[in-house]
T-cell receptor, first 108, second 117 residues
Framework: LAKTTQPISMDSYEGQEVNITCSHNNIATNDYITWYQQFPSQGPRFIIQGYKTKVTNEVASLFIPADRKSSTLSLPRVSLSDTAVYYCLHTGGFKTIFGAGTRLFVKA | DTGVSQNPRHKITKRGQNVTFRCDPISEHNRLYWYRQTLGQGPEFLTYFQNEAQLEKSRLLSDRFSAERPKGSFSTLEIQRTEQGDSAMYLC???????????????FGPGTRLTVL
């Protein structure tokens, strides 16, 4: 089943841009790449989704190279409230496999 | 608030008791999912419904677990004869199934935290 690889943890400072890269070595042709954010004791929150190239919304950008074997979530100018776990997935239909995610800790 | 809601938010029970959780999805969503999440891990898929039909069940879902979505709207997850290993956060998500080359984005509820003593 679809599984991704991403760093276990990252540290950053307020105001910095944070890039979290994920590998999708066995991504299927029809799969999309999706990122979620999760705070303690809450359900995951959808951040962004894309199929290829670049997608941008009000909170993040997602960069996907042509081979789609990886993706990079970019968070501009992080704040303390961006401290959370970030999950990358590749999703086709209903099958959604979460890994352990990347724990981002933003320091003042 | 028109997001996914779950009740109760917290449940403490004694080993051997039965518990039932409820999920109310976003109203127009036809797919509903249940996940389990333990500390430090990502959510693990348990089962999913398209309308009222339960189309997929994980091997994690032992025979003590049963889920229903009788009218294609809200869903319940029941755990019979709870064990301490059932202690976890139980998450519900819903989505609107797409067509063609697409994927359905899942929107999660706040979860029900179960503690089995």
């Amino acid at each position: 089943l679809a599984k991704t690889t991403q760093p276990i943890s990252m540290d950053s400072y307020e105001g910095q841009e944070v890039n979290i890269t994920c590998s999708h070595n066995n991504i299927a042709t029809n799969d999309y790449i999706t990122w979620y954010q999760q705070f303690p004791s809450q359900g995951p929150r959808f951040i962004i989704q894309g199929y290829k190239t670049k997608v941008t919304n009000e909170v993040a950008s997602l960069f996907i190279p042509a081979d789609r074997k990886s993706s990079t979530l970019s968070l501009p100018r992080v704040s303390l409230s961006d401290t959370a776990v970030y999950y990358c997935l590749h999703t086709g239909g209903f099958k959604t496999i979460f890994g352990a995610g990347t724990r981002l800790f933003v320091k003042a | 608030d028109t997001g996914v809601s779950q009740n109760p938010r917290h449940k403490i029970t004694k080993r051997g008791q039965n518990v039932t959780f409820r999920c109310d999805p976003i109203s127009e969503h036809n797919r509903l999912y249940w996940y389990r999440q333990t500390l430090g891990q990502g959510p693990e898929f348990l089962t999913y419904f398209q309308n009222e039909a339960q189309l997929e069940k994980s091997r994690l879902l032992s025979d003590r677990f049963s889920a229903e979505r009788p009218k294609g709207s809200f869903s319940t997850l029941e755990i019979q004869r709870t064990e301490q290993g059932d202690s976890a956060m139980y998450l519900c998500a819903s989505s609107l199934a797409g067509t063609g080359l697409s994927t359905d984005t899942q929107y999660f509820g706040p979860g029900t935290r179960l503690t089995v003593l």
